[in-house]
């Protein structure tokens, strides 16, 4: 079973900072990539930043240069920082895990979901 914990919402005003953490925990269960994905109202879900059981980091363009993800120490918990933030940034983020069972198939969970509003 495998369970994905995001936590570090809030509110904050434009041109600030927050710290979003994701925590996953599985009893077997092999991750191969952490991904960070939001939903604004009205519109689709979109992924902003991923990360690869190597480290290999990925942005979209929207948040390159102010967001950045990393692995904390040798947890199973992702922090994005997110910077410089702005209005459009504001949405419900949301963390994905991706990789293999114990019986070797490739499956994917997701958080509950963090709120995220940058509103002065």
């Known amino acids: 079973q495998v369970q994905v914990v995001e936590s570090g919402g809030g509110l904050v005003q434009p041109g600030g900072s927050l710290r979003l953490s994701c925590s996953v925990s599985a009893s077997v269960f092999r991750i191969n990539a952490i991904g960070w994905y939001r939903q604004a109202p009205g519109k689709e879900r979109e992924l902003v930043a991923s990360?690869?059981?190597?480290?290999?980091?990925s942005y979209a363009d929207s948040v390159k240069g102010r967001f950045a993800i990393s692995r904390e120490n040798a947890q199973n918990t992702w922090n994005p920082q997110m910077n410089s933030l702005k209005s459009e940034d504001t949405a419900v983020y949301y963390c994905n895990t991706e990789g293999l069972t114990g019986l070797g198939y490739r499956a994917d969970y997701w958080g509950q979901g963090t709120q995220v509003t940058v509103s002065s």
């Open positions: 990360i690869t059981r190597v480290g290999t980091t």
